[in-house]
């Protein structure tokens, strides 16, 4: 039974991810709400029901558009087995309570950011305007303990960011410094301080392993919201228990 569920979160969370390509490539240009249909980057031609299955299309076709034969990005196929991959984790991890609908917000944050992120190298603010409410929503119904923590978060995390991102003078941008309030409010401060400590840490590994790749990427700026995504699903997996562990080494 379990993997029955298992597998049905992992079919769920590749539609929801080839939804999330879409919402990440298409709301930084403000195209989201112009074109219905998905369509082929290269030649715009409409796609045909079958081409937009999931990750099963992108292997038939080989990579290609049917009709221009044109390269289709490799991120498609890999942003949709990603996310179902994490749904299924999703459900594995935190099984049929409220969390999941937490778990499952955050990754509709998450994912789309990522995309953008790494696309366009920004965080829209209609995507965190949208989920805005949600999460304040969820944690009306579910609230922290105690139940502040929520607001002394987000008050922690702006100021510490707008301090840093004042001090360094670049490298982190608006669009950071929102995304990390609002996982601040998600989180408290307690787990804020571990995402923030393994976001830099993820991105401080992304950007060494580039270099070893390619010295010339030392020029590129690497965009943080990737990191901060991963970390803050890791926080939302285990940060209840890394901050346990912690404390257990002092008491
Ligand atoms: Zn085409």
New binding site residues.
Partial sequence: MEIIMGLAFFIYGTIWGSFFNVVGLRVPNKTFFKQKRSY?D??R?TLSWIELIPIVSYIFSHGR?K??Q?KISPLYPIIECLTGIIFAFTYYRVGWNPTLILGLLLISLVIPITVSDLVYQKIPNSLLLFFTPLFILYRFFYPLNPWWNSLTGALFAFILIFTMIFLSQGGMGMGDLKYFTLLGFIFGIPQFLLLLFFSSLFCSVAGLTLLTINKNNLKKKIPFGPSIGLAALLIFYYGEEIIQRYLQLFY
């Fill in positions: 082929c290269h030649c031609r558009c009709k221009c044109q």
